[in-house]
């Protein structure tokens, strides 16, 4: 055969061809015109072998079998399953369509809608009949150390110094889907307008607040609804007495919502459901309480114990009686503590502040804080040196159920932390000496991230996406370190390489620099000079207010990481009943549909008994007689014109199939 004639079938520069031919074993020489034919056909089955190697090394192939639907066939991918998910969730962690994991939902008998929760169990035999491995997801290590602490505090609040019980103010937590309006609900309580600070008209860190009714003091926890934010949602439910889900009239039940009942029932809070937004024209109560009855919630008014209060929370309306029954619930639970105790309690939030140093948000659960106090919060101390209440007022004490910004500790403490008063300086020391958690901390914000490979596993091998983030607190922190870890995929991974609080200085730039990463400021500046180096050394540097967008640029960043998807669709399968013509470089035999469809412009693959023959022919033409067609259906015969080597005999099978390159996306 002759070299040209060759390159041409591989589709490759002669020149090319004589500079690879080397490469497969094949010395032919520098002058060589022609190759023996046997070497040749050799020749093409290697570089055919080299070249699905070289696709399979550049894309990652997704092989969609006909009767398979969109989902295709996934190798034996594991993933790790919750005790309880939502479809929505369940499908973001196959990677798959909402509808294809509805669908194999429904093939096992279980008729769940998109927000509905299914177990483990069911979960996982969806997902093995989808081509998944699955196993038990752990439990975070952040969420050991706040039942830990939870624990903790259970037992400090168990040790009153005395007899001196007095009723206290119940901590209400707020919690629901992301824009339901509950912030706007505690403005209209508290008439001070919270939602126009809030970035996005949406709440990303827990607010502390209290509020007056009928002579008694309520003390409101308002948490975040966006999905990043579950941690937060989470110790907002284990501080509080009484939660008010708020379930907006013209949208119902959302994932976040069932979030928050089963929070809600785990810490066994009394609740109640304020549904809100009945201002409305397209609101129904009825749909949302039928919801709720739908998940073993019955409404009071529909002979079960669920309270439901209608509200507008826009036109204040409804609000007095939601109140009356929050002190109802109240008054049940009997709601006490001693104010004579030294002061336990709850850091709910904690920053770095640029003029006044670590500040805490804390709630007292237990005795009375007052300034000039010795406490320790976790694995750090300090002398309370001043307190302001929610609105910014300095005060003396604070009482049980109050929240109070601290200003004294000496380094910022974790989110989460219980804090004690001790009864001097010396006492700090020595407790903190003598801490199983204490750990030396270096007098700066920077905290370490939490490792998201499991302990004892190799990390997985693939690009990383190496960023410094600088935010305004650590419940901030904790929320987008947790959504990097559900980012994460084999091929492309965050790896937060400096994290710290406040602004963006130099020393980040240059440490993104160094690491060849970017910088993201979430609710924090960026400094002049920071800005400037920045642009200098071409170093992404951006600051957000809204978590999704922060999100989304990190999605966008790690996309480019990953290898283009080859999408091969089967589209029709066919045996091959007589041979008409075989010629050197193509063939035409007539077949019979058994499968799907036939259409020209295709490629097939070629199986005999079973066994894969050749594979990237080209079905040039497809023929109802003398009749060139567009495609042939299911049962019909027809004569099919094949671009390859004549390779086909009678009774093989084809394969008709259909490739597409699609670049992939995190979340996508």
Same mark, same amino acid.
């Given at each position: 055969?002759?070299?040209?004639?060759?390159?041409?079938?591989?589709?490759?520069?002669?020149?090319?061809?004589?500079?690879?031919?080397?490469?497969?074993?094949?010395?032919?020489?520098?002058?060589?015109?022609?190759?023996?034919?046997?070497?040749?056909?050799? *020749?093409?089955?290697?570089?055919?072998?080299?070249?699905?190697?070289?696709?399979?090394?550049?894309?990652?192939?997704?092989?969609?079998?006909?009767?398979?639907?969109?989902?295709? +066939?996934?190798?034996? =991918?594991?993933?790790?399953?919750?005790?309880?998910?939502?479809?929505?969730?369940?499908?973001? /962690?196959?990677?798959?369509?909402?509808?294809?994991?509805?669908?194999?939902?429904? &093939?096992?008998?279980?008729?769940?809608?998109?927000?509905?929760?299914?177990?483990?169990?069911?979960?996982?035999?969806?997902?093995?009949?989808?081509?998944?491995?699955?196993?038990?997801?752990?439990?975070?290590?952040?969420?050991?150390?706040?039942?830990?602490? !939870?624990?903790?505090?259970?037992? /400090?609040?168990?040790?009153?110094?005395?007899?001196? *019980?007095?009723?206290?103010?119940?901590?209400?937590?707020?919690?629901?889907?992301?824009?339901?309006?509950?912030?706007?609900?505690?403005?209209?309580? =508290?008439?001070?307008?919270?939602?126009?600070?809030?970035?996005?008209?949406?709440?990303?860190?827990?607010?502390?607040?209290?509020?007056?009714?009928?002579?008694?003091?309520?003390?409101?926890?308002?948490?975040?609804?966006?999905?990043?934010?579950?941690?937060?949602?989470?110790?907002?439910?284990?501080?509080?007495?009484?939660?008010?889900?708020?379930?907006?009239?013209?949208?119902?039940?959302?994932?976040?919502?069932? @979030?928050?009942?089963?929070?809600?029932? +785990?810490?066994?809070? %009394?609740?109640?459901?304020?549904?809100? &937004?009945?201002?409305?024209?397209?609101?129904?109560?009825?749909?949302?309480?039928?919801?709720?009855?739908?998940?073993?919630?019955?409404?009071?008014?529909?002979?079960?114990?669920?309270?439901?209060?209608?509200? !507008?929370?826009?036109? =204040? $309306?409804?609000?007095?009686?939601?109140?009356?029954?929050?002190?109802?619930?109240?008054?049940?639970? &009997?709601?006490?503590?001693?104010?004579?105790?030294?002061?336990?309690?709850?850091?709910?939030?904690?920053?770095?502040?640029?003029?006044?140093?670590?500040?805490?948000?804390?709630?007292?659960?237990?005795?009375?804080?007052?300034?000039?106090?010795?406490?320790?919060?976790?694995?750090?101390?300090?002398?309370?040196?001043?307190?302001?209440?929610?609105?910014?007022?300095?005060?003396?004490?604070?009482?049980?159920?109050?929240?109070?910004?601290?200003?004294?500790?000496?380094?910022?403490?974790?989110?989460?932390?219980?804090? +004690?008063?001790?009864?001097?300086?010396?006492?700090?020391? @020595?407790?903190?000496?003598?801490?199983?958690?204490?750990?030396?901390?270096?007098?700066?914000?920077?905290?370490?991230?939490?490792?998201?490979?499991? $302990?004892?596993?190799?990390?997985?091998?693939?690009?990383?996406?190496?960023?410094?983030?600088?935010?305004?607190?650590?419940?901030?922190? $904790?929320?987008?370190?947790?959504?990097?870890?559900?980012?994460? *995929?084999?091929? %492309?991974?965050?790896?937060?390489?400096?994290?710290?609080?406040?602004?963006?200085?130099?020393?980040? *730039?240059?440490?993104?620099? %160094?690491?060849?990463?970017?910088? /993201?400021?979430?609710?924090?500046?960026?400094?002049?000079?920071? $800005?400037?180096?920045?642009?200098?050394?071409?170093?992404?540097?951006?600051?957000?207010?809204?978590?999704?967008?922060?999100?989304?640029?990190?999605?966008?960043?790690?996309?480019?990481?990953?290898?283009?998807?080859?999408?091969?669709?089967?589209?029709?399968?066919?045996?091959?009943?007589?041979?008409?013509?075989?010629?050197?470089?193509?063939?035409?035999?007539?077949?019979?549909?058994?499968?799907?469809?036939?259409?020209?412009?295709?490629?097939? !693959?070629?199986? +005999?008994?079973?066994?894969?023959?050749?594979?990237?022919?080209?079905?040039?033409?497809?023929?109802?007689?003398?009749?060139?067609?567009?495609?042939?259906?299911?049962?019909?015969?027809?004569?099919?014109?094949?671009?390859?080597?004549?390779?086909?005999?009678?009774?093989?099978?084809?394969?008709?199939?259909?490739?597409?390159?699609?670049? =992939?996306?995190?979340?996508?």
């Amino acid at each position: 055969m002759n070299i040209t004639e060759l390159a041409r079938r591989l589709k490759i520069p002669t020149q090319q061809l004589k500079d690879e031919l080397p490469k497969l074993g094949f010395d032919i020489g520098r002058r060589a015109i022609k190759i023996d034919d046997a070497v040749a056909e050799k *020749v093409v089955k290697l570089w055919s072998e080299r070249q699905q190697q070289r696709q399979q090394q550049s894309y990652v192939v997704v092989e969609r079998r006909l009767g398979e639907g969109a989902a295709g +066939r996934t190798a034996n =991918r594991e993933v790790k399953l919750p005790p309880t998910l939502t479809p929505r969730e369940f499908a973001a /962690l196959l990677g798959l369509p909402a509808t294809t994991v509805i669908g194999e939902l429904f &093939k096992n008998g279980v008729m769940a809608s998109i927000n509905e929760r299914i177990d483990f169990d069911t979960a996982s035999i969806v997902a093995q009949d989808l081509g998944f491995a699955t196993s038990p997801a752990e439990a975070q290590s952040s969420d050991k150390a706040e039942e830990a602490a !939870s624990a903790g505090l259970a037992e /400090l609040l168990r040790r009153d110094s005395s007899g001196n *019980v007095e009723p206290r103010p119940p901590v209400v937590v707020v919690m629901g889907h992301v824009d339901h309006g509950k912030t706007t609900l505690l403005d209209a309580i =508290r008439e001070a307008n919270v939602v126009q600070q809030e970035s996005g008209a949406i709440t990303q860190h827990i607010g502390a607040y209290q509020a007056e009714t009928k002579g008694r003091k309520i003390t409101f926890l308002d948490t975040p609804g966006h999905e990043a934010f579950s941690a937060m949602r989470s110790r907002g439910g284990r501080l509080a007495d009484i939660a008010i889900i708020v379930v907006a009239a013209d949208d119902g039940l959302q994932p976040q919502t069932i @979030e928050a009942i089963e929070i809600a029932q +785990r810490e066994k809070l %009394a609740f109640l459901i304020a549904i809100n &937004k009945v201002d409305k024209e397209n609101a129904d109560l009825e749909r949302v309480k039928k919801a709720l009855a739908e998940i073993n919630l019955l409404p009071e008014d529909w002979g079960g114990k669920i309270i439901c209060v209608p509200i !507008s929370a826009k036109k =204040r $309306e409804g609000l007095p009686e939601l109140l009356d029954m929050v002190l109802l619930l109240a008054d049940m639970e &009997k709601l006490a503590a001693d104010p004579a105790r030294l002061a336990v309690g709850t850091i709910i939030e904690a920053r770095l502040d640029k003029g006044e140093g670590p500040v805490a948000t804390a709630l007292v659960q237990a005795g009375t804080l007052k300034v000039g106090d010795y406490i320790i919060a976790g694995t750090v101390a300090g002398k309370v040196r001043s307190m302001k209440n929610f609105r910014g007022f300095p005060v003396t004490a604070a009482t049980p159920s109050m929240p109070v910004r601290v200003l004294g500790l000496k380094q910022v403490p974790q989110a989460g932390d219980t804090f +004690r008063v001790v009864e001097d300086e010396k006492l700090v020391r @020595e407790v903190l000496r003598n801490s199983s958690h204490y750990q030396a901390v270096a007098p700066s914000a920077t905290i370490e991230p939490k490792k998201t490979e499991t $302990e004892g596993e190799a990390a997985p091998v693939g690009r990383s996406l190496n960023v410094v983030l600088k935010t305004d607190v650590l419940g901030s922190r $904790e929320a987008i370190f947790a959504s990097f870890a559900d980012l994460g *995929v084999a091929e %492309a991974q965050v790896k937060v390489v400096r994290t710290g609080l406040g602004s963006i200085t130099q020393a980040d *730039v240059a440490f993104a620099e %160094a690491s060849q990463g970017i910088v /993201l400021g979430f609710h924090v500046p960026i400094k002049p000079e920071a $800005e400037l180096m920045a642009r200098r050394s071409s170093t992404f540097v951006h600051t957000y207010k809204v978590i999704y967008d922060l999100l989304d640029e990190v999605k966008k960043q790690l996309s480019a990481f990953l290898k283009p998807e080859l999408v091969r669709n089967q589209l029709g399968e066919l045996v091959v009943l007589k041979v008409f013509r075989r010629g050197k470089r193509d063939m035409i035999v007539g077949c019979r549909v058994v499968k799907g469809v036939v259409r020209a412009k295709t490629s097939l !693959s070629l199986l +005999r008994q079973g066994q894969p023959v050749a594979d990237k022919l080209t079905l040039k033409e497809v023929r109802l007689g003398r009749e060139v067609v567009g495609e042939v259906a299911e049962g019909g015969e027809c004569g099919i014109l094949i671009e390859g080597a004549p390779v086909v005999e009678e009774r093989d099978t084809l394969e008709v199939y259909h490739e597409e390159i699609r670049q =992939r996306t995190i979340g996508g």
